[in-house]
């Protein structure tokens, strides 16, 4: 026996049983008038009517009709009536009893309806909420299946795209490419919503043109939603596409404009050294200078021929980190070894300023120790550049909100607020530098590029005349280890 009719069977036993029970009970327990017997027996059909629908009330309502009359209208014990009067009482009753089921019925099929349209917009909210957080096509397409099936509830959900004839599935019961030539003649053909056996076949179009096909196992909506699922799939691929062109084109306008910006910041930059060699050049050429000139002459030339050179290889490192052309090897490295090893190569800091180290032994970072390091390097000859001899630079580490935080802080210059942001542009050196500190003003915005590829940021704080702390936050790798 199938659990439908199971159920049936169960409710008409059910429902016998309770309108025998009543007529016992008020047979041969409670004495009360005909008039309570029958609106006990009307409450009992308007709630079956409610519950299980008129189907029950009705046949519930014939047998209490001749229930009633058996047992409590006189003749009591047989089916006939002396009253004329009780003819009417009766019929009144079953009247009332069909008539008020059929009203209690059509309250539940409303309800049932009400409830049924909520979920089918609860259905669509849920579903647009979901579709329109994906910016790419291909996560989108990848979570469309999934998503449907799962605020349908369906068993399976299989998206065809006309476009590239891709196959994109959900669920159980899924399907072959061997039918992609059936599914492509579908979703060219089918107008409207249409249901097959289990299956639900929701064209999805793009204005009036065909683009694919949404199947749906296992679930019955009305064609109207499957209408609106089949529209808002389309909504969120016109919106995902229009979301790439859109940040392509960005993409490639900022390319080109860094590409200018950076062409002009090199012609001007590389002007300045070329013309102070080319004046020296000049002058040595012409004979007519003593030996110290010759020697101060020739020293411009070799400051300049190196400046120039770090001014290129700096330029050229930056374009490599614009394109992501710089390859890095991440692995957990400790701060510590990496400042030693920064410290290492700009070993003149320690002759010239006292150094404070404060970094717990096993802290940790995940980075690329050649390329991170050159981070560290730039800083520490920042501190160590732009404040006075004898001066203290303070090197520190700390986990700091779920990130590493390495600080270098300097009691020199400092940076004026106004410049604070700026410093970390190419080329950009602050306008109270007195001339004479060396520097092409690209180290800053090679660590934040290089900082910014490790997943982290750079920042300072930073007073005129009282010193600078130049502070990366850093993803802390998992677990933070720190001995
Ligand atoms: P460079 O040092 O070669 O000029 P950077 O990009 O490293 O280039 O720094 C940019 C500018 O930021 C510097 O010219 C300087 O004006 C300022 N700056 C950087 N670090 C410090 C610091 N520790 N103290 C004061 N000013 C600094």
Not at 338 to 359: F, G, K, R
Not at 430 to 455: D, F, K, P, Q, Y
Request: aromatic residues 6%; hydrophobic residues 45%.
């Amino acid at each position: 026996m199938n659990s439908r009719r199971l159920i049936m069977t169960t409710r008409w036993t059910l429902a016998f049983s309770a309108l025998a029970g009543i007529v016992v009970i008020y047979r041969l327990w409670l004495h009360v008038n005909p008039t309570t017997v029958a609106l006990t027996l009307l409450l009992f059909i308007l709630i079956l009517a409610a519950e299980w629908g008129l189907r029950y009330a009705v046949v519930i309502s014939v047998a209490a009709t001749a229930l009633y009359n058996f047992f409590f209208l006189p003749p009591v014990g047989t089916f006939t009536i002396s009253d004329p009067q009780n003819w009417l009482a009766l019929f009144t009753f079953l009247s009332t009893a069909i008539i008020a089921s059929r009203l209690s019925e059509r309250a539940r099929d409303e309800a049932c309806d009400a409830r049924a349209r909520q979920r089918e917009l609860e259905i669509l909210l849920h579903l647009s909420q979901e579709l329109l957080q994906s910016e790419t096509i291909a996560t989108l397409l990848s979570s469309v299946p999934s998503t449907v099936a799962s605020v349908t509830a369906a068993k399976s959900s299989i998206l065809y795209l006309l476009e590239g004839n891709k196959l994109y599935q959900a669920g159980v019961d899924l399907v072959s490419d061997i039918e992609l030539p059936h599914l492509r003649q579908l979703a060219k053909t089918l107008p409207n919503v249409r249901q097959e056996d289990n299956e639900m076949q929701i064209p999805i179009r793009s204005g009036v043109k065909p683009r694919g096909l949404l199947l749906l196992r296992g679930v019955t909506l009305s064609p109207e939603t499957l209408g609106a699922v089949g529209s808002l799939i389309s909504i969120s691929l016109d919106r995902a596409q229009a979301f790439e062109s859109i940040a392509k084109d960005q993409a490639a306008k900022e390319t080109e404009r860094l590409r200018s910006l950076m062409i002009d910041s090199i012609t001007h930059e590389l002007r300045t050294p070329l013309t102070s060699i080319k004046g020296a050049a000049t002058t040595l050429l012409s004979g007519e200078i003593q030996k110290e000139e010759q020697h101060e002459l020739l020293t411009i030339i070799d400051e300049e021929s190196d400046r120039l050179n770090r001014l290129v290889s700096e330029a050229v490192e930056m374009a490599q980190l614009d394109a992501q052309q710089v390859q890095m090897h991440f692995s957990p490295v400790k701060i510590r070894d990496l400042i030693d090893e920064a410290l290492s190569t700009c070993s003149w800091i320690e002759d010239h300023h006292s150094l404070q180290v404060n970094i717990p032994d096993g802290l940790q970072i995940h980075a690329d120790p050649a390329v991170f390091q050159k981070v560290l390097s730039n800083l520490l000859e920042n501190a160590a550049k732009y404040s006075a001899p004898g001066t203290l630079i303070t090197i520190s580490a700390e986990i700091k909100n779920e990130c590493v935080a390495i600080s270098i802080a300097d009691q020199g210059v400092g940076i004026d607020p106004s410049e604070q942001g700026l410093i970390f542009e190419r080329f950009y050196r602050a306008r109270s530098l007195v001339s004479g500190t060396s520097g092409t003003g690209m180290g800053l915005a090679i660590s934040r590029a290089i900082t910014e590829a490790h997943g982290g940021k750079i920042t300072v704080v930073s007073q005129p005349g009282h010193g600078s702390v130049f502070t990366i936050y850093l993803p802390s790798p998992a677990p933070i280890s720190v001995k």
